[in-house]
């Protein structure tokens, strides 16, 4: 059901569309579809990957959303306490959203930025993230990432970022502090580049090619949180651990 809702929010919110009505109708034929045809992963198998009305391919979007969305669920409700669980789903689907409606469309809403910071103003209020952190990781976040844009810019004379990424930067600074921002803006900037690569070795170099963040800087974010969540130390305790190796 979440990861159904995260669908909803993808579709609608970039069209403009109310998230309350009308009820879930298929993107094609805008037949509604019934409750009993809106069951997660389980329709999507049955019906062949097909709106059962028009015939029509369904995204995969529906089903690897409605995966995830169960997969973040299931791991933060196994391993913190309710509070602490729903604060990390929560935060979690929103940015899971994002990342795939700048995907889809190259842009992040801002309601959505608005809406993540909304959380981490209630984590912070029910003491599952120190102020310090808080205030410190929003600051650095999108200076470091301004400053990147900046040094980019002047090297290339492209936007190698948009500003809703910087937005997007001081959330995730908020959420995992200054230190670990930093890291996630190396990753982001390794993996979008690794992936550029991938895809001008597939379809021809393009120097304008332009890839979306939000993704790279999302999925670095969740990789550095579940990693320090195993190792039960900061990210340092990674690199001393692969160091002895």
Request: net charge positive; hydrophobic share 55%; glycine share 8%.
């Amino acid at each position: 059901v979440p990861g159904s809702f995260l669908n909803v929010l993808i579709y609608r919110i970039p069209e403009k569309i109310s998230i309350v009505s009308p009820r879930s109708f298929c993107p094609h034929c805008k037949t509604s579809i019934l409750f009993y045809r809106n069951i997660p992963l389980i329709t999507f198998l049955f019906q062949g990957g097909k709106c059962s009305i028009c015939q029509k391919k369904i995204s995969v979007q529906y089903p690897i959303v409605e995966f995830l969305s169960g997969i973040i669920w299931g791991w933060s409700f196994s391993n913190y306490t309710f509070s602490t669980a729903l604060f990390i789903t929560i935060l979690s689907s929103v940015l899971l959203v994002i990342s795939w409606i700048d995907m889809k469309r190259m842009i992040i809403p801002l309601n959505l930025i608005l809406m993540a910071g909304g959380v981490i103003i209630v984590g912070v209020v029910l003491q599952i993230l120190p102020w310090q952190k808080v205030i410190y990781g929003s600051i650095v976040g999108p200076v470091s990432f301004g400053f990147v844009l900046g040094i980019t810019y002047l090297i290339s004379k492209r936007q190698a970022m948009g500003y809703g990424d910087i937005q997007l930067s001081a959330v995730l600074g908020a959420w995992q502090g200054p230190l670990n921002i930093l890291f996630i803006l190396f990753f982001a900037s390794f993996l979008s580049l690794l992936v550029w690569v991938i895809i001008s070795i597939l379809f021809g170099f393009d120097r304008d090619r332009a890839l979306p963040f939000a993704p790279f800087l999302v999925v670095s974010s969740v990789t550095i949180f579940v990693t320090e969540f195993y190792m039960d130390s900061s990210i340092f305790e990674l690199f001393k651990w692969i160091g002895k190796l």
